[in-house]
């Protein structure tokens, strides 16, 4: 049967960091900018603070509403990597920073992502994203200009278990409404391979440069060679 689905990885996929580090690395570059410390970084945090985020922040707050979510934010922050200094903190102070830090604008879109969504999209297909993620992906996507696009937003902090578990794909085609035969997955990382494939799902690997580190699954080098995938029949 043809496809009717195609489904993303997030980073390194649709997505890269212009800085070309970590949100965590680049949250104790500005640390120390600003003669501040910390505990050592930890990934969970991301996963911790971004509760807050999921529940209290939406793209759709008025310009004063999240310059006070970003605030509370950065308070949490701060207090869950025991922020310290030679004077009091203002978290006021510190909340623009952090919000590009840690928000949507750390992050930009490849050259291809925005074109091959809306080429699938006007073909008929259903689309979404696959992401081992913090809570709140889709205000990530929304504000990154590509949610329109998604019908569904799978992130695993929302869900609690991570790729390579089939559970996260199968939850995904649970909610994009097709059959797994039906879906090609697109992600750069064996854990999305294996996930995909556990679950059902077609797959091809994104390799921008280098070499394929996952034999035999098709690559391509770009997001725009998706489209010759798509156009075949699944197997």
């Known amino acids: 049967m043809p496809f009717k689905a195609v489904t993303f990885d997030f980073y390194n996929t649709l997505v890269y960091q212009p800085a070309g580090i970590g949100r965590g690395r680049q949250y104790q570059n500005y640390l120390s900018a600003v003669e501040l410390s910390s505990d050592p970084w930890q990934h969970q945090v991301l996963y911790d603070v971004f509760d807050y985020y999921r529940s209290s922040y939406s793209p759709g707050l008025s310009d004063g509403a999240k310059l006070s979510f970003w605030t509370e934010f950065t308070r949490r922050l701060f207090q869950r990597t025991n922020v310290r200094g030679p004077w009091a903190i203002n978290y006021a102070d510190h909340a623009h920073a952090i919000r590009e830090i840690m928000g949507p604008n750390s992050f930009a879109l490849f050259g291809d992502s925005l074109q091959i969504l809306r080429t699938l999209r006007e073909a008929g297909f259903r689309l979404g994203v696959i992401s081992d993620w913090q809570r709140g992906l889709a205000y990530f996507c929304e504000e990154l200009g590509i949610g329109t696009f998604l019908d569904v937003v799978v992130a695993s902090g929302e869900l609690g278990f991570q790729k390579p578990d089939r559970r996260l794909f199968d939850v995904a085609c649970e909610r994009i409404g ?36 996952v034999e035999g699954v098709p690559v391509i080098r770009n997001l725009g060679e998706v489209l010759s995938h798509v156009q075949s029949t699944p197997g």
Not at 184 to 189: C, E, K, P
Not at 201 to 211: A, H, M, N, P, T
């Open 178 to 213: 097709v059959s797994s035969r039906e879906i090609l997955h697109v992600g750069d990382l064996a854990l999305d391979i294996e996930g995909a494939q556990a679950a059902g799902f077609s797959v091809v690997l994104l390799v921008r440069s280098g070499e394929s580190m």
